[in-house]
């Protein structure tokens, strides 16, 4: 059983924004050592946003300054703030651990789906 949930996905125009979280559920997973990872077709999954264990952030390149990552530890959910989207941010979104997330792939949650368009 996959205790993640992810939401907030959607259609977007380009310069649009979204909110995505992640509700985490049972003793498997800390938010304090959690990441939003993306699968756009055709290609692997990337890391984009995480929280490092120690509390430090860390992001790919291509969202630094226009994605944040934060969290909320009483609600047990993580969330990514997402400005400034561009097409190529096109992909379904995904939350686990980090940062050695499962190879498995049933360990992962359904992802919530970001589509960037005009």
Do not use: H
Request: glycine fraction near 12%; charge should be positive; hydrophobic fraction near 30%.
């Amino acid at each position: 059983q996959v205790d993640l949930v992810e939401s907030g996905g959607g259609l977007v125009q380009p310069g649009g924004s979204l909110r995505l979280s992640c509700k985490a559920s049972g003793s498997s997973f800390s938010i304090n050592a959690m990441g939003w990872y993306r699968q756009a077709p055709g290609k692997q999954r990337e890391l984009v946003a995480a929280f490092a264990p120690g509390g430090s952030t860390n992001y790919a390149d291509s969202v630094k300054g226009r994605f944040t990552i934060s969290k909320d530890n009483a609600k047990n959910t993580v969330y990514l703030q997402m400005n400034g989207l561009k097409p190529e941010d096109t992909a379904v979104y995904y939350c686990n651990k980090y940062p050695y997330p499962p190879n498995n792939e049933n360990y992962w949650g359904p992802g919530t789906q970001v589509t960037v368009s005009s």
